[in-house]
Nanobody, 118 residues
C-alpha cells in the first residue's frame, strides 16, 4: 500500500550537483525514518543518508560535507542535495522508508540512476 516515487536522477559532470526527491504515499505511521541508499553492479546496497521524522540525520562517511538530506513531514517527502559529485557517486539511488508500529516495515522506491561522467 505504501509507495515511494523518486525523481531527480540523471547525468551530471564531475563537480556538479543534483537534487533527488522522493514522495511517499499510503498509510504511513507518523514516526518514521526516510533515507537514500545506492547500489552499483556487483556491490551490495549501501546507506547514503537517513533522516528521522524529528530531523536526526546520519550520513555515510563518503558523502559527508557533500550531500545534505532533508525532509518535509507534511508531505512525507525526502530530498537529497548532492554537491561536488564525482564518478564514484555513480549508482542507482533508492529511496527508503522505515516505520515501526508494533512491527517494523521497510519500503523501497524503484530506484533512479545517477551517472557522474564528463
Amino acid at each position: 500500500q505504501v509507495q515511494l516515487v523518486e525523481s531527480g536522477g540523471g547525468l551530471v559532470q564531475p563537480g556538479g550537483s543534483l537534487k533527488l526527491s522522493c514522495a511517499a504515499s499510503g498509510t504511513i505511521f507518523s514516526i518514521n525514518t526516510m533515507g537514500w541508499y545506492r547500489q552499483t553492479p556487483g556491490k551490495p546496497r549501501e546507506l547514503v543518508a537517513t533522516i528521522s521524522s524529528r530531523g536526526t540525520t546520519n550520513y555515510a562517511d563518503s558523502v559527508k560535507a557533500r550531500f545534505t538530506i532533508s525532509r518535509d513531514n507534511t508531505k512525507t517527502a525526502v530530498y537529497l542535495q548532492m554537491n561536488s559529485l564525482n564518478p564514484e557517486d555513480t549508482a542507482v539511488y533508492y529511496c527508503n522508508l522505515e516505520t515501526t508500529k508494533v512491527r517494523t516495515y521497510t519500503y523501497w522506491g524503484q530506484g533512479t540512476q545517477v551517472t557522474v561522467s564528463s
